[in-house]
C-alpha cells in the first residue's frame, strides 16, 4: 500500500534562518506531488507541484522553492525564513489526473 | 477557475443525517468533484469525488445536481469524529495534470 511521509512534525526557526523540509512517498511510482501551506484559520495555498524528477512548478511568488531529486522524494525549502513563512506546511501525492489527493501529517512551522 | 462557494460553518446533531452543500456554477464538464475533510491539526483527508452520478462510498454519499453546478455531501449519521472542515473541490486538469484548490470549506460541528 502506498504511504506518504512528511518530517519534522514541529518546528521553530529564527527568521533568516533556512527551511528544510522533506515527503517521501512509497509504494507508488511517478506520482504527482504537491506542497500546500494553511495560515492559521485559512484555506490551503498551493505552493508547488512536480509531476516528474526535475520537474517543479510554482504556484505563488515567495522565498521559498522546491525540488525533487528523486521519484518519490519531494523538498521544500528556503535560504532565509521570514515571520510570514509560519503555517502549516503539508505534502500530498496523487496517481494520475483522476485519483484524489494523500497528504502527509503536515508540518507545522513557527518563525520566531 | 472553478470558483466553489459553501457556507463557513454548519451545525448537527449527533447521528443525524448532514448535508454539507456546495456550490460551483462555473465547473466545466470534465472536472471532477471531490470532497476532503480536515481534522483539527491534521492534512486533509480524502472523502469522495464523483463527475456526474451520485457516488456513495463507506464515508459519505455525494448527490450531484443534473446541471453539475452544485453538489452536496451527506453524512447518513454525524459522529463525534466528523467534526472537521470539509472542503469541496473542483479538481482542474491543468496540462494533463490535476490542480486542486483549497479554499476556506464548511466547519461542520457536531453536537452531543
Known amino acids: 500500500s502506498q504511504t506518504i511521509h512528511q518530517w519534522p512534525a514541529t518546528l521553530v526557526q529564527p527568521v533568516g534562518s533556512p527551511l528544510s523540509l522533506e515527503c517521501t512517498v512509497e509504494g507508488t511510482s511517478n506520482p504527482n506531488l504537491y506542497w500546500y501551506r494553511q495560515a492559521a484559520g485559512r484555506g490551503l495555498q498551493l505552493l508547488f507541484y512536480?509531476?516528474?524528477?526535475?520537474?517543479i512548478s510554482s504556484e505563488v511568488p515567495q522565498n521559498l522553492s522546491a525540488s525533487r531529486p528523486q521519484d518519490r522524494q519531494f523538498i521544500l525549502s528556503s535560504k532565509k525564513l521570514l515571520l510570514s513563512d509560519s503555517g502549516f506546511y503539508l505534502c500530498?501525492?496523487?496517481?494520475?489526473?483522476?485519483?484524489?489527493?494523500?497528504f502527509g501529517s503536515g508540518t507545522r512551522l513557527t518563525v520566531v | 477557475d472553478a470558483k466553489t462557494t459553501q457556507p463557513n460553518s454548519m451545525e448537527s446533531n449527533e447521528e443525524e443525517p448532514v448535508h454539507l452543500p456546495c456550490n460551483h456554477s462555473?465547473?466545466?464538464?470534465?472536472?471532477?468533484i471531490h470532497w476532503y475533510r480536515q481534522l483539527p491539526s491534521q492534512g486533509p483527508e480524502y472523502v469522495i469525488h464523483?463527475?456526474?452520478s451520485n457516488v456513495n462510498n463507506r464515508m459519505a454519499s455525494l448527490a450531484i445536481a443534473e446541471d453539475r453546478k452544485s453538489s452536496t455531501l451527506i453524512l447518513h449519521r454525524a459522529t463525534l469524529r466528523d467534526a472537521a472542515v470539509y472542503y469541496c473541490i473542483p479538481r482542474v486538469l491543468d496540462g494533463g495534470y490535476q490542480k486542486v484548490t483549497f479554499g476556506i470549506g464548511t466547519k461542520l460541528q457536531v453536537i452531543p
Open positions: 512536480s509531476v516528474g524528477i526535475g520537474q
Open positions: 464523483g463527475l456526474t
Open positions: 462555473t465547473i466545466s464538464g470534465t472536472d471532477y
Open positions: 500530498a501525492w496523487s496517481a494520475t489526473a483522476i485519483h484524489g489527493y494523500t
